[in-house]
């Protein structure tokens, strides 16, 4: 399927490693360089390109601002955080040269502190279900079915990348989302677990801006790429409900979350620190 190309409004990375480095550790030798584990579904030849933003704290005004993109498959999609997308890319591009793994980490380091979407995720059409992730102080992952979405179509127009785009809004995860699509492309998907309307969803945002997902870039892929998870046995597969508890939880005593992630380290907190962290998830119910 052949789909009209938009200029891409966001960033390019270039990464240098640096040219002199030690690759042993207290005396020891770094073990070598090792793909990234993965469940591969499917292999995508569209990517499109969403510019995030988030609020931490809703009673708060601050933000965090990311970049995420979407791999469009014929049998499933994915929808990640683009820097961490470009991070498994360059540990199994260095590790399938046989580099050393401190140039992966140097390579790196600058991408990890730009990461800001944190619920990876793959649509499976075939089985017709949602695979979630959530990074949080641990990871989690849990399977749903794909959500029915019902969208009311309404009256209003704009333009996007300098594209017509048309008016919907539905109600999700407990939040009242806007959303704004193009009849022109004919992928009938968008960010996260938004789709079924009839056209790609150019930007979605809830109707108090905690979340927003704006297009900025769409490409063909000449050479298809994998619709991937990572599969690490560090990662806690449990159900939904769980998921939003355990991370709940978390959020309520982040020092305690640590400490039971970490038996026998130590955190002391500032005076006046109670652990208590923000809890603004995607979806509220």
Not at 18 to 37: N, R
Not at 174 to 183: I, K, L
Request: charged share 25%.
């Amino acid at each position: 399927m052949q789909i009209k190309k938009i200029t891409a409004l966001f960033m390019m990375l270039a990464a240098v490693a640096s040219p002199a480095f030690s690759q042993s550790v207290h005396g020891g030798t770094l073990p070598p360089l090792k793909p990234v584990e993965k469940t591969v579904y499917d292999t995508a030849y569209v990517k499109v390109y969403y510019e995030f933003s988030y609020r931490p704290d809703s009673l708060s005004k601050g933000r965090k601002e990311g970049q995420t993109i979407l791999l469009k498959g014929d049998k499933a999609q994915s929808f990640v955080d683009y820097f961490d997308d470009r991070t498994d890319f360059i540990n199994d591009s260095l590790a399938a040269a046989k580099r050393p793994p401190m140039e992966a980490f140097t390579m790196n380091v600058g991408m990890m502190k730009r990461k800001a979407y944190e619920y990876p995720l793959v649509i499976d059409r075939s089985r017709n279900v949602a695979i979630i992730q959530v990074n949080n102080v641990n990871k989690y992952q849990y399977t749903q079915p794909v959500p029915e979405i019902s969208w009311q179509t309404v009256e209003g127009d704009t333009t996007i990348c300098d594209v017509a785009c048309r008016k919907a809004v539905c109600r999700f995860g407990g939040r009242d989302w806007t959303a704004w699509y193009a009849p022109t492309f004919d992928l009938h998907t968008g960010p996260y677990l938004f789709g079924g309307l009839p056209g790609l969803i150019f930007s979605i945002c809830d109707t108090k801006d905690n979340y927003r997902f704006t297009l900025n870039g769409l490409e063909n892929l000449g050479n298809g790429v994998p619709v991937y998870l990572k599969s690490s046995n560090k990662i806690l597969h449990t159900t939904r409900d769980k998921v939003r508890k355990a991370v709940e939880n978390e959020q309520a005593d982040i020092y305690k979350a640590f400490q039971l992630q970490n038996p026998g380290a130590v955190f002391t907190p500032q005076a006046g620190d109670t652990g208590r962290r923000p809890y603004n998830p995607i979806e509220l119910e």
